[in-house]
Protein backbone atom coordinates (compact mmCIF):
# COMPACT_ATOMS: atom_id res chain seq x y z
CA UNK A 1 0.00 0.00 0.00
CA UNK A 2 1.56 3.14 -1.17
CA UNK A 3 1.42 6.27 1.90
CA UNK A 4 1.17 9.42 0.76
CA UNK A 5 3.26 11.66 3.36
CA UNK A 6 1.36 14.92 3.98
CA UNK A 7 3.22 18.08 3.69
CA UNK A 8 4.27 19.45 7.71
CA UNK A 9 3.02 22.69 6.36
CA UNK A 10 -0.52 21.43 5.56
CA UNK A 11 -0.36 19.75 8.63
CA UNK A 12 0.23 22.25 11.16
CA UNK A 13 -2.38 24.58 8.61
CA UNK A 14 -5.15 21.97 9.37
CA UNK A 15 -4.81 21.31 12.96
CA UNK A 16 -4.70 25.50 13.37
CA UNK A 17 -7.87 26.13 11.52
CA UNK A 18 -9.23 23.08 13.69
CA UNK A 19 -7.96 24.82 16.91
CA UNK A 20 -9.73 28.23 15.73
CA UNK A 21 -12.83 26.57 14.64
CA UNK A 22 -13.03 24.85 18.56
CA UNK A 23 -12.24 27.65 20.28
CA UNK A 24 -14.79 29.85 17.73
CA UNK A 25 -17.44 27.04 18.42
CA UNK A 26 -16.89 26.67 22.24
CA UNK A 27 -17.50 30.49 22.70
CA UNK A 28 -20.44 30.47 21.04
CA UNK A 29 -21.54 27.34 22.80
CA UNK A 30 -21.03 29.17 26.18
CA UNK A 31 -22.69 32.15 24.73
CA UNK A 32 -26.06 30.79 24.01
CA UNK A 33 -25.55 28.50 27.28
CA UNK A 34 -25.64 31.79 29.04
CA UNK A 35 -28.26 32.85 27.24
CA UNK A 36 -30.38 30.19 28.18
CA UNK A 37 -29.82 30.72 32.18
CA UNK A 38 -33.22 32.84 32.97
CA UNK A 39 -35.41 30.07 31.35
CA UNK A 40 -33.37 26.97 32.10
CA UNK A 41 -33.01 27.27 35.54
CA UNK A 42 -36.93 26.99 35.86
CA UNK A 43 -36.26 23.34 34.97
CA UNK A 44 -35.42 21.80 38.32
CA UNK A 45 -35.60 18.33 37.98
CA UNK A 46 -33.40 18.52 34.87
CA UNK A 47 -30.55 19.96 36.80
CA UNK A 48 -31.47 17.58 39.48
CA UNK A 49 -31.01 14.76 37.85
CA UNK A 50 -27.68 15.45 36.55
CA UNK A 51 -26.88 16.71 39.72
CA UNK A 52 -27.29 12.86 41.45
CA UNK A 53 -25.35 11.51 37.87
CA UNK A 54 -22.67 13.99 38.33
CA UNK A 55 -22.26 13.72 41.92
CA UNK A 56 -24.00 11.13 44.30
CA UNK A 57 -22.79 8.59 41.50
CA UNK A 58 -19.74 9.94 41.44
CA UNK A 59 -18.91 9.99 45.58
CA UNK A 60 -17.78 6.44 45.77
CA UNK A 61 -15.28 6.43 42.99
CA UNK A 62 -14.08 9.99 44.60
CA UNK A 63 -13.82 8.25 48.33
CA UNK A 64 -11.74 5.51 47.23
CA UNK A 65 -9.52 8.24 44.65
CA UNK A 66 -9.12 10.64 47.59
CA UNK A 67 -8.01 7.93 50.52
CA UNK A 68 -5.09 6.78 48.37
CA UNK A 69 -4.19 9.82 47.36
CA UNK A 70 -3.70 11.47 50.78
CA UNK A 71 -1.92 7.97 51.81
CA UNK A 72 0.45 8.34 49.07
CA UNK A 73 1.23 12.28 49.73
CA UNK A 74 2.02 11.24 53.03
CA UNK A 75 3.95 8.90 52.55
CA UNK A 76 5.85 11.22 49.77
CA UNK A 77 5.48 13.80 51.95
CA UNK A 78 7.39 12.03 54.69
CA UNK A 79 10.42 10.63 52.27
CA UNK A 80 11.25 14.16 51.61
CA UNK A 81 10.97 15.26 54.63
CA UNK A 82 13.29 12.51 55.90
CA UNK A 83 16.76 14.77 55.42
CA UNK A 84 15.02 18.00 55.60
CA UNK A 85 12.51 19.33 57.95
CA UNK A 86 11.19 18.00 61.27
CA UNK A 87 8.20 15.54 60.73
CA UNK A 88 6.37 17.79 63.20
CA UNK A 89 5.24 19.57 59.48
CA UNK A 90 4.04 17.01 58.16
CA UNK A 91 0.37 17.75 58.53
CA UNK A 92 0.73 20.54 57.00
CA UNK A 93 2.53 19.88 54.23
CA UNK A 94 0.04 16.73 53.80
CA UNK A 95 -3.32 19.07 54.02
CA UNK A 96 -1.99 21.94 52.10
CA UNK A 97 -0.97 19.77 49.25
CA UNK A 98 -4.75 18.44 49.21
CA UNK A 99 -6.51 21.64 49.39
CA UNK A 100 -4.86 23.72 47.05
CA UNK A 101 -3.81 20.87 44.24
CA UNK A 102 -4.45 17.54 44.48
CA UNK A 103 -8.20 17.33 45.97
CA UNK A 104 -9.41 19.69 43.19
CA UNK A 105 -7.15 18.37 40.06
CA UNK A 106 -7.73 14.48 40.72
CA UNK A 107 -11.44 15.29 41.50
CA UNK A 108 -11.88 16.37 38.33
CA UNK A 109 -9.66 14.38 35.99
CA UNK A 110 -11.97 11.45 37.88
CA UNK A 111 -15.26 13.34 36.93
CA UNK A 112 -13.75 14.42 33.49
CA UNK A 113 -13.34 10.29 32.75
CA UNK A 114 -16.26 9.51 34.22
CA UNK A 115 -18.63 12.17 33.72
CA UNK A 116 -17.44 13.66 30.98
CA UNK A 117 -17.23 10.20 28.73
CA UNK A 118 -20.70 9.13 29.44
CA UNK A 119 -21.74 12.52 28.45
CA UNK A 120 -20.19 13.35 25.42
CA UNK A 121 -21.58 9.81 24.18
CA UNK A 122 -25.01 10.09 25.33
CA UNK A 123 -24.84 13.55 23.00
CA UNK A 124 -23.19 11.91 20.74
CA UNK A 125 -25.76 9.15 20.57
CA UNK A 126 -28.54 11.58 20.33
CA UNK A 127 -27.06 13.60 17.33
CA UNK A 128 -26.24 10.72 15.43
CA UNK A 129 -29.73 9.43 15.78
CA UNK A 130 -31.00 12.87 14.77
CA UNK A 131 -32.64 12.79 18.37
CA UNK A 132 -31.05 16.44 18.48
CA UNK A 133 -32.94 17.66 15.32
CA UNK A 134 -36.12 16.52 16.57
CA UNK A 135 -35.73 18.09 19.57
CA UNK A 136 -35.64 21.45 17.58
CA UNK A 137 -38.46 20.57 14.68
CA UNK A 138 -40.54 20.64 18.38
CA UNK A 139 -39.01 23.98 18.88
CA UNK A 140 -37.32 22.79 21.73
CA UNK A 141 -33.95 24.06 22.07
CA UNK A 142 -31.54 21.32 22.81
CA UNK A 143 -29.40 23.84 24.63
CA UNK A 144 -31.33 24.66 27.49
CA UNK A 145 -33.00 21.25 27.95
CA UNK A 146 -29.54 18.73 27.23
CA UNK A 147 -26.49 21.45 27.57
CA UNK A 148 -27.64 23.87 30.47
CA UNK A 149 -29.15 21.56 33.11
CA UNK A 150 -25.55 19.36 32.76
CA UNK A 151 -23.47 22.26 33.01
CA UNK A 152 -25.36 23.99 36.00
CA UNK A 153 -25.12 20.43 37.70
CA UNK A 154 -21.00 20.29 36.94
CA UNK A 155 -20.42 23.78 37.70
CA UNK A 156 -22.53 23.31 41.08
CA UNK A 157 -21.93 19.49 42.34
CA UNK A 158 -17.80 19.51 41.37
CA UNK A 159 -17.06 21.90 44.18
CA UNK A 160 -19.36 19.77 46.40
CA UNK A 161 -17.49 16.57 45.11
CA UNK A 162 -13.88 18.58 46.03
CA UNK A 163 -15.01 18.96 49.95
CA UNK A 164 -15.38 15.36 50.64
CA UNK A 165 -12.23 14.20 48.44
CA UNK A 166 -10.04 16.97 50.65
CA UNK A 167 -11.72 15.31 53.96
CA UNK A 168 -11.26 12.10 52.76
CA UNK A 169 -7.48 12.47 51.30
CA UNK A 170 -7.01 14.25 55.07
CA UNK A 171 -8.05 11.18 56.52
CA UNK A 172 -6.32 9.12 54.70
CA UNK A 173 -3.05 11.39 55.13
CA UNK A 174 -3.49 11.09 58.92
CA UNK A 175 -3.99 6.96 58.89
CA UNK A 176 -0.99 6.75 57.13
CA UNK A 177 1.28 8.67 59.48
CA UNK A 178 0.09 7.87 62.14
CA UNK A 179 -0.01 4.00 61.48
CA UNK A 180 3.21 3.91 59.87
CA UNK A 181 5.48 6.96 59.87
CA UNK A 182 5.20 7.48 63.82
CA UNK A 183 3.53 10.75 63.73
CA UNK A 184 1.03 11.30 66.25
CA UNK A 185 -2.33 12.39 65.10
CA UNK A 186 -2.09 14.81 67.90
CA UNK A 187 1.11 16.32 65.97
CA UNK A 188 -0.37 15.84 62.77
CA UNK A 189 -3.42 17.93 63.26
CA UNK A 190 -1.60 20.31 65.39
CA UNK A 191 0.88 21.05 62.18
CA UNK A 192 -2.43 21.29 60.08
CA UNK A 193 -4.31 23.50 62.38
CA UNK A 194 -0.66 25.52 62.80
CA UNK A 195 -0.17 26.88 58.88
CA UNK A 196 -3.45 26.58 58.01
CA UNK A 197 -5.00 29.37 55.40
CA UNK A 198 -8.23 30.22 54.56
CA UNK A 199 -7.02 30.97 51.04
CA UNK A 200 -5.49 26.86 50.50
CA UNK A 201 -9.59 26.33 50.82
CA UNK A 202 -10.97 29.18 48.59
CA UNK A 203 -7.95 28.38 46.10
CA UNK A 204 -9.26 24.63 45.66
CA UNK A 205 -12.81 25.18 45.48
CA UNK A 206 -12.37 28.45 43.16
CA UNK A 207 -10.66 25.90 40.95
CA UNK A 208 -13.27 23.21 41.45
CA UNK A 209 -15.76 25.68 39.88
CA UNK A 210 -13.97 26.22 36.85
CA UNK A 211 -13.11 22.52 36.52
CA UNK A 212 -16.62 21.34 36.13
CA UNK A 213 -17.86 24.16 33.91
CA UNK A 214 -15.06 23.16 31.78
CA UNK A 215 -15.58 19.31 31.91
CA UNK A 216 -19.48 19.57 31.16
CA UNK A 217 -19.36 22.56 28.95
CA UNK A 218 -16.69 20.34 27.02
CA UNK A 219 -18.24 17.22 27.28
CA UNK A 220 -21.56 18.65 25.73
CA UNK A 221 -20.17 20.45 23.19
CA UNK A 222 -17.86 17.47 21.62
CA UNK A 223 -21.58 15.87 21.83
CA UNK A 224 -23.38 18.20 20.34
CA UNK A 225 -20.96 18.50 16.89
CA UNK A 226 -20.77 14.48 16.82
CA UNK A 227 -20.88 13.07 13.40
CA UNK A 228 -20.46 9.90 11.31
CA UNK A 229 -22.50 7.51 13.37
CA UNK A 230 -20.50 4.99 16.17
CA UNK A 231 -16.97 5.83 14.60
CA UNK A 232 -18.12 9.57 15.14
CA UNK A 233 -19.24 8.83 18.94
CA UNK A 234 -16.17 7.10 20.20
CA UNK A 235 -14.18 10.29 18.63
CA UNK A 236 -16.27 12.71 20.19
CA UNK A 237 -16.25 10.71 23.51
CA UNK A 238 -12.22 10.81 23.33
CA UNK A 239 -11.81 14.38 22.45
CA UNK A 240 -13.82 15.58 25.62
CA UNK A 241 -12.03 13.83 28.30
CA UNK A 242 -8.52 14.30 26.60
CA UNK A 243 -9.44 18.07 26.54
CA UNK A 244 -10.59 18.67 29.60
CA UNK A 245 -8.07 17.04 31.43
CA UNK A 246 -5.56 19.64 29.32
CA UNK A 247 -7.90 22.34 29.69
CA UNK A 248 -7.63 21.41 33.71
CA UNK A 249 -4.67 21.35 33.83
CA UNK A 250 -4.19 24.87 32.28
CA UNK A 251 -6.49 26.79 34.19
CA UNK A 252 -5.16 25.36 37.08
CA UNK A 253 -1.74 27.10 36.61
CA UNK A 254 -4.03 30.50 35.23
CA UNK A 255 -6.00 30.03 38.82
CA UNK A 256 -3.23 29.44 40.87
CA UNK A 257 -1.43 32.33 39.37
CA UNK A 258 -4.38 34.94 40.01
CA UNK A 259 -5.08 33.55 43.19
CA UNK A 260 -1.64 33.61 44.53
CA UNK A 261 -0.12 36.12 42.75
CA UNK A 262 2.90 34.95 41.13
CA UNK A 263 1.81 35.24 37.68
Known amino acids: MNLVRE ?21 LFIKDIIKT ?4 ISRTHLVTEQMLYIGVNSIPLVILT ?14 QFSDLLSMRYLGS ?34 KVTEQIDALESLAISP ?24 FIAIVGGLFVASSFLNVSSHTFLTSFKLFFKMTDLTAGLLKSFVFG ?38 ADYFVASVVFGTG
Do not use: H, W
Not at 7 to 27: A, C, H, Q, W
Not at 144 to 164: D, E, N, Q, S
Open 37 to 40: FPRG
Open 66 to 79: SLFTGAVTSVQAAY
Open 93 to 126: AVAKAILIELGPVLTAVVIAGRVGAGMAAELGTM
Open 213 to 250: TIITTISCYQGFRTEGGAEGVGKATTRAVVVSIVLILV
Open 143 to 166: IRYLAFPRVLAGFIMVPLLTIIAN
Open 7 to 27: NPLVFIGKKSLTLVRDVGGVS
